[in-house]
């Protein structure tokens, strides 16, 4: 295998009010002609380190394509994304997939945690991926902040709806990842277990400094966020903190 | 229009019994909208299924529009469902493999009913789908999809609307519009509308509030 | 409630279905018009075997017709035809026979012609045309051959024939107007003329038919033909009964065919299994749709609609495909199934419409099972559950894993876990494939065991059998009073420098009494049972002439017996190296000439001839039986006539025979050679007897003849068991694809959270290897053992144990294994191929 050369993570503490994450004139675009689709036509967007963000729009408006791109999951059209020092559009499919396992951190709204695997296995699964030993100290912390402790030798499975969620943050923070992506983390529980997930998220990215970009359509969900951002029609309406 | 007598739903026995349902009754009357609000787990989407044909109650009676569901086979069912009762899915139901307006006409095509176009198209434009009818559910974004399943419910004129959260993937402003809209459903046509949302907001516009918690109705 | 059920909505959402899964789709056709080859090509070829052999009994018999009666007056036969079972009859009107001596012992009768008659024994002109004017006649092939005469219309022919009803021999003209060939008319056929030149010929002839009789219903044809006759109040009246449906000879067909039988349950069986797993790949998809739609509303009869066309739209590709197929692959193989066909390819000898349909029918019922399942699956549930179907036997064991903080995840353990997800799928494959690994190996096994060196023993006693010419067909019956061998000739090639051994054997057939002593051993042997309880004269209910001609001889005594003069290699091979019954063979009392040996069966358990020490008389003299030795048939060709069908031989010295039957020529000579001169002696023996009508076994033709029947005998359970494994390999492989499309969404999970193609494909292959591995260990052993088992029993107790050396082999698993394993890790990574066409955030939004 060629070796990669990825950019060095930055360091804890070195210049906390760096944007993390630059994006500049993203298009997608879809199809052609009559039936082309916009879905990104034109968002820029700078993200600082350590804040909690959420990006708020109606069905359609184009922030799951957002989202996608952020994650190196999709390439663009046009423009470009940075993350830290890195121009994702610059990778190979396998750098991406690479710089996805130690940079990014993904909740998704269905979880998506392997049944196959205990808890504890789901957790430091991309750390696995990467070969790399976990930082048992590290992830205990995280353990103990979402309330798993008791749950680590059990199956997806086993655990209700919230649990699993979880169990997904605490996958997302095992890598101590650039940023973390969150997909409608909300978006399968119910209003009470809702408010404690985005309770957790809140309190994780300020205890542990963690950059989280969460899309959502539910506006009170977003309020939450230190930041919201709205986005219609494949572009940024508004910006609020 | 709908009743319902010491509904119980119980799942396994002894030790890990679930009792989803433990004894509720309830009366609907026609033309009524009642919303149903509870944690998860309350047994609303159970009741739900139950009044709409979809599950069969360990114990109870229910009767809809007339209908005592226990005596129906499943030819009759069926076409219960189709006729009687237009259910709005949490997770939509689409049929992949058809159309928007071919999933909306379905109920319809279903019984061989024609199409009346006027209805149809005022549906369809209340609901913002005129652009999306000849696309498949997979290109359309979630909040898509669950206006068509809502179009779904209403054109063949059921007696009885259910919907399981039919705003859950909606932002405020469409769902507010969504649940305005099946509100007005059941008053224009006399339509029983009876709705699950955990959005307290949208359970205010209905003329009544159930409370469910542990499978049973509660008082406020 | 008035239930309209529209079904045009049920057609409308299967064709969605199919543009939507059309790889699905395609597969299932394919898997499908697989299903219909198969079905086609097996139920073909097990039917033409059969008929083959039905026919070859028809042929032997000489009519297809079920009865035939000899005699029945115009009175008699026009009632017989109007009976209740009475299918058809066709008439015969016999105004002599042909008497040529160069027509041998073949019966050509001399008949007005009956289009009905010619149809039922093969006697339709194919060139020319039956006779219209009074001076046409129309004859066979043979027998044309035999008079010299030219196959041309308008060739004059000369016929000398005798009157049936007595009277003097003449001669008459007549001219060619028709010609066939076919072997029913081999040992007896027709000379057709029209009614008025049999007016005539004969204008006294008495009213006499042979009629030939179809039935409704085939069975017990003997009582029948008795019932009938009894009806007429003719019961004296001869008949004779197919040979084609007699028991004996039915239960042979049936085992004959019963292996082909056995082939059509394999292919339905592994056919099935095939389709089953390739509609496993959606079942959980198919199962929610179902629910989907009856939640929706959708009646049971609308989803019974729904089901049916799914599987008619599968089904109309897939079975015309597979008619086609089946049937070229039927072609193909047939030659080699049924041989000595003569020139017509065997395979539209027997074609019938049976095949086509058994084949459609089954593939119905395949695709309907198919689509069947799904719906079924979730049948008994209520729409709110059947949406949520899962497939999932039971959640995944909660296995005691604590421990496991401390293991790193690493992808290896991973593979493990998936495989215990499905087990029965891994069940399934695993025995398809060691049932016909099990197969291919046994037959194989058996192929190579076979020895030709054990085979020559037993069949071929000397180099070279030089045939008299009357006899250079097996069926021909041969004429004593034919010298084409001339002692001359025996002279010559005796003194061949590469000959080693010369022998030469003289028969006659007469007629002889045995007493009660002399009868009672062989009736009782007949009558007795064998160590299996049979009785043994049971065993000849194959051959009524056989029955009649022992039925005779033990009410009369009478019998036909053969006198045969043997002398040199002939003698030594059936007496100094024969198995004796009885007795002890003394060459120098033998040499005296007033003994015989006497030889009835070929098995040496039994008693089947007078006892020794008995006198009987030949050619009017007396000679005392030395001892019973066992009849060894090929030593001499050609037949013998039906009576003598129950014989008895008695084997006397050259010159005792020549005594008695001065006349008689040489039947047959065996000659043993110095194999390093074949070529030359060949040469100089074909040179002899070219133009004589002489015939000669070659040893090399026997060698031939074993080549060919083992190859006859294997080629068809070796090929099926080769179908049989690419059933199985097309299982695994599917399997395989199953195991990894539906994971599709797993895949794009592994894939966002950061596994490189590296890790998948580490992954698959992982999983892969574990399963061939498991597959292997499995495999291996099971077959082994069951090959083992099975050809140990074949090599000692099956009916070919005789010509066999053991031989055990598992080629057929040494080559399959490798494949195996590279199919389990070519397939899933060309599927994870494929499956990464669609991207990451599609695949991510599957629901399920």
């Known amino acids: ?241 | 229009m709908i009743t319902v007598q010491n509904l119980k739903k119980y799942y396994g026995s002894g030790n890990s019994q679930v009792k989803a349902l433990d004894g509720v009754d309830l009366t609907v009357a026609k033309g009524e909208f009642a919303a149903i609000v509870g944690a998860s787990g309350s047994g609303k989407t159970t009741f739900l299924n139950i009044i709409g044909g979809l599950d069969i109650p360990t114990e109870g009676k229910v009767v809809v529009d007339g209908v005592n569901l226990a005596g129906l086979r499943e030819e009759q069912m069926a076409v219960f469902r189709r006729k009687k009762v237009g259910f709005i899915f949490q997770n939509y139901n689409l049929v992949p493999t058809l159309t928007v307006k071919e999933n909306i006409l379905f109920p319809l095509d279903l019984d061989g009913s024609k199409v009346n176009e006027s209805f149809f198209a005022e549906i369809v434009g209340l609901l913002g789908l005129e652009e999306k009818l000849k696309v498949y559910p997979a290109m359309l974004s979630g909040g898509q999809q669950q206006r068509a399943a809502i179009a779904r419910a209403m054109i063949a004129k059921p007696s009885v609307i259910l919907a399981d959260e039919p705003t859950g993937n909606l932002d405020s402003r469409n769902g507010q519009n969504v649940a305005g809209l099946l509100k007005m459903t059941a008053q224009v046509y006399h339509r029983t509308l009876v709705m699950i949302t955990h959005n307290l907001e949208l359970a205010q516009m209905a003329d009544r509030v159930l409370y469910m918690e542990d499978g049973r109705i509660v008082s406020k | 409630m008035l239930a309209n059920n529209n079904l045009k909505i049920c057609h409308r959402l299967m064709w969605r279905e199919f543009r939507f899964h059309k790889g699905c789709s395609i597969l299932l056709v394919t898997a499908l018009t697989l299903v219909s080859m198969l079905c086609t090509f097996s139920f073909a070829i097990g039917f033409m075997v059969r008929s083959g052999l039905k026919y070859s009994y028809q042929i032997q018999y000489g009519s297809t017709s079920h009865i035939l009666y000899y005699g029945l007056n115009s009175v008699q036969a026009a009632s017989v035809a109007r009976h209740a079972d009475v299918k058809e009859t066709v008439r015969l009107k016999v105004l002599g026979l042909l008497s040529d001596d160069m027509l041998g012992y073949r019966n050509v009768k001399l008949a007005v012609a009956d289009d009905g008659w010619a149809a039922a024994t093969e006697a339709v002109p194919v060139s020319g045309r039956m006779p219209e004017a009074d001076d046409e006649i129309a004859m066979d092939e043979l027998t044309l051959q035999s008079l010299a005469i030219p196959r041309k219309e308008g060739a004059k022919v000369q016929l000398r024939w005798t009157p049936v009803d007595g009277g003097e021999e003449r001669v008459d003209t007549f001219y060619l107007c028709g010609w066939w060939k076919s072997p029913m008319g081999y040992t007896e056929t027709c000379a057709w003329v029209t009614p008025n030149a049999a007016g005539r010929l004969c204008p006294d002839a008495p009213d006499y038919l042979d009629l030939g009789v179809t039935l409704y219903r085939p069975r017990n044809l003997d009582r029948q033909a008795q019932e009938i006759l009894r009806e007429q109040g003719a019961d004296k009246v001869p008949y004779t009964t197919n040979l084609a449906y007699n028991r004996a000879r039915r239960q042979r067909m049936n085992e004959k065919a019963f292996p082909f039988y056995l082939m059509n349950i394999a292919v339905v069986v592994c056919g099935i299994l095939m389709v089953y797993n390739i509609v496993r790949i959606s079942t959980v998809q198919n199962a929610r749709f179902y629910g989907r739609v009856k939640s929706l509303g959708m009646s049971p009869r609308q989803i019974g609609r729904f089901i049916v066309v799914q599987a008619a739209y599968l089904c109309l590709p897939a079975i015309p495909a597979g008619w086609l197929s089946g049937f070229v692959l039927y072609m193909v193989t047939a030659p080699y199934v049924l041989l000595g066909t003569g020139g017509e390819h065997p395979a539209f000898l027997f074609l019938n419409p049976a095949p086509f349909a058994c084949s459609a029918l089954l593939t119905w019922f395949t695709a309907f099972t198919a689509c069947l399942l799904p719906a079924r699956l979730v049948s008994g549930s209520r729409p709110a559950e059947a949406m949520k179907y899962t497939g999932l036997s039971a959640a995944i064991p909660a296995e005691d894993r604590s421990g496991a903080k401390k293991r790193r995840c690493r992808v290896p353990f991973m593979a493990l876990y998936g495989i215990r997800r499905d087990k029965k799928k891994a069940v399934f494959a695993a025995a398809s494939m060691c049932l016909s690994m099990t197969l291919l190996c046994g037959f194989w096994t058996q192929y190579i065991s076979t020895d030709e060196e054990k085979y020559m023993r037993e069949i071929a006693y000397c180099d070279y059998l030089i045939a008299d010419a009357s006899t250079a067909n097996s069926l021909q019956r041969y004429n004593p009073a034919s010298h084409s061998v001339t002692p001359e000739l025996i002279e010559e090639i005796a003194g061949q420098k590469a000959v080693t051994a010369i022998g030469t054997v003289r028969t006659m057939e007469i007629p002889m009494y045995a007493d009660e002593a002399g009868r009672a051993p062989i009736v009782e042997s007949f009558e007795g049972e064998n160590e299996e309880g049979v009785v043994r004269k049971a065993y000849m209910s194959g051959s009524p002439d056989w029955v009649s001609g022992y039925e005779k001889f033990r009410t009369t005594g009478e019998y036909i017996g053969i006198a045969s003069g043997i002398d040199g290699l002939a003698e030594s091979v059936i007496l100094s190296e024969g198995e004796y019954v009885e007795g002890v063979y003394d060459a120098e009392r033998f040499a005296a000439g007033n003994y015989v040996i006497a030889a009835g069966a070929s098995e040496t358990s039994f008693v089947s001839t007078p006892p020794i020490g008995s006198s009987v008389e030949i050619g009017g003299r007396q000679f005392k039986i030395m001892a019973a030795v066992s009849y060894k048939g090929h030593i001499i060709t050609g037949a013998d006539s039906r009576e003598a069908a129950f014989n008895v031989s008695y084997y006397m010295p050259v010159q005792v025979f020549e005594e008695l039957f001065p006349e008689c020529g040489i039947r047959n000579v065996l000659v043993n050679i110095d194999h390093n001169s074949q070529k030359e002696f060949e040469e100089f023996l074909s040179k002899k007897i070219r133009d004589t009508g002489i015939a000669v076994k070659m040893r090399s033709d026997y060698q031939w003849e074993f080549g060919n029947a083992l190859f006859h005998n294997y080629v068809i359970p070796i090929f099926v068991g080769a179908v049989l494994f690419l059933i199985g390999i097309l299982n695994f492989a599917n399997a395989l694809v199953t195991g990894v499309l539906i994971r599709k969404k797993e895949m794009a999970v592994y894939e966002s959270l950061g596994m490189t193609q590296l890790q998948l494909r580490r992954l698959l292959v992982g999983e892969g290897l574990m399963y061939g591995g498991m597959m292997t260990a499995f495999l291996v052993p099971a077959v082994s053992l069951m090959t083992w088992l099975w050809t140990g029993w074949w090599a000692v107790y099956s009916a070919s144990a005789w010509c066999v050396t053991w031989k055990y082999s598992l080629l057929p698993m040494w080559i399959a294994l490798p494949v195996l394993l590279v199919l389990v890790m070519v397939i899933p990574l060309g599927c994870l191929h494929m499956i990464r066409k669609e991207s990451v955030t599609q695949r991510l939004q599957i629901v399920e």
Do not use: C
């Open chain 1, 1 to 241: 295998m060629a070796s990669i050369n990825l950019p060095e993570q930055q360091k804890k503490g070195e210049s906390d009010m760096d944007a993390i994450v630059k994006v500049t004139n993203l298009k997608k675009y879809y199809g052609n002609g009559e039936a082309l689709v916009k879905a990104l036509d034109g968002v820029d967007l700078e993200i600082e380190r350590g804040k909690f963000t959420a990006i708020v729009g109606t069905s359609g408006s184009g922030k799951s394509t957002l989202l996608n791109m952020l994650g190196g999951l999709d390439v663009p059209s046009e423009g470009s994304v940075r993350i830290g020092n890195q121009e994702l559009a610059r990778l190979t499919a396998e750098q991406a997939t690479i710089f996805r396992r130690k940079q990014i951190g993904f909740i998704f709204q269905n979880y998506n945690l392997v049944p196959v695997l205990t808890v504890w296995e789901n957790i430091i699964f991309p750390i696995s991926l990467d070969a790399r030993k976990p930082d048992r100290k590290f992830i205990m912390e995280i353990v103990n902040l979402l309330g798993l402790e008791s749950k680590l030798d059990s199956f997806p499975n086993q655990l209700s709806g919230g649990q699993q969620q979880r169990v997904a943050i605490a996958r997302a923070l095992a890598t101590k990842p650039s940023i973390i992506l969150a997909d409608e983390p909300t978006g399968n529980l119910d209003s009470r277990t809702s408010d404690g997930v985005i309770s957790l998220l809140r309190v994780t990215s300020e205890q542990f400094h963690q950059t989280i970009v969460m899309i959502t359509h539910n506006p009170e969900i977003a309020a939450h966020a230190d930041r919201v951002v709205h986005i219609e029609d494949g572009r940024i309406v508004a910006d609020a903190s």
